[in-house]
């Protein structure tokens, strides 16, 4: 009888976890850089928040995929390369932490082509669902334009640091909030370049 309960109890726990694993790898959680994941106020020295090292660890380690939005100077690179490289060497070369930004965590980095594509406009958006193809999208940023605009894009969005005791979406609600926010919607309209 015991043994059965503990097979029983096994089987469970396999099936818990590969639902887990399903549902984490079936959304890409979004995030702006600055004032969302690290401390942009003081030019010179950014960090993170106290929070966004743990939260990030804790979202690698339960399997979810992760991507950047970031809004750039248009003066950064003629190429999405090249402008990745200086957004990386503005970060890294301010960067007050012990431990270096983690880049390798984010599986994609949308950047705005242009200033006239700079959230809140569509385009990155666009990019994200496109890229994301059938995937449940979550997106966190401190700006409410932006916020909403993806929203009413169909996808799911939330502003960070609006309550004291909550600067991100906690873990174990993850996805009961991607079932009452993401309301998918057709691929996007707008051309990608």
Request: charged share 20%; proline share 5%.
């Amino acid at each position: 009888m015991l043994r059965s309960i503990k097979i029983i109890v096994f089987f469970i726990s396999i099936f818990t976890c590969a639902q887990l694993n399903a549902s984490t790898a079936s959304t890409v959680l979004f995030f702006d850089l600055g004032n969302t994941l690290i401390n942009t106020k003081n030019e010179k020295q950014f960090k993170f928040f106290d929070s966004t090292l743990s939260y990030l660890n804790s979202l690698k380690e339960k399997n979810y995929r992760m991507g950047l939005l970031i809004n750039i100077p248009e003066s950064w690179g003629e190429s999405q390369e090249q402008k990745l490289k200086s957004l990386k060497d503005y970060v890294n070369n301010r960067w007050k932490e012990s431990k270096p930004f983690p880049w390798s965590y984010f599986e994609v980095i949308f950047l705005s082509p242009d200033t006239k594509r700079r959230k809140p406009n569509p385009y990155l958006f666009n990019q994200a669902m496109n890229w994301a193809k059938n995937k449940t999208i979550l997106y966190q940023s401190e700006n409410r334009e932006e916020v909403f605009q993806a929203s009413s894009m169909g996808i799911a969005s939330f502003q960070v640091n609006q309550r004291k005791d909550q600067f991100y979406i906690p873990l174990n609600k993850i996805n009961s909030y991607l079932n009452q926010f993401y309301k998918p919607q057709n691929q996007p309209k707008l051309p990608l370049n």
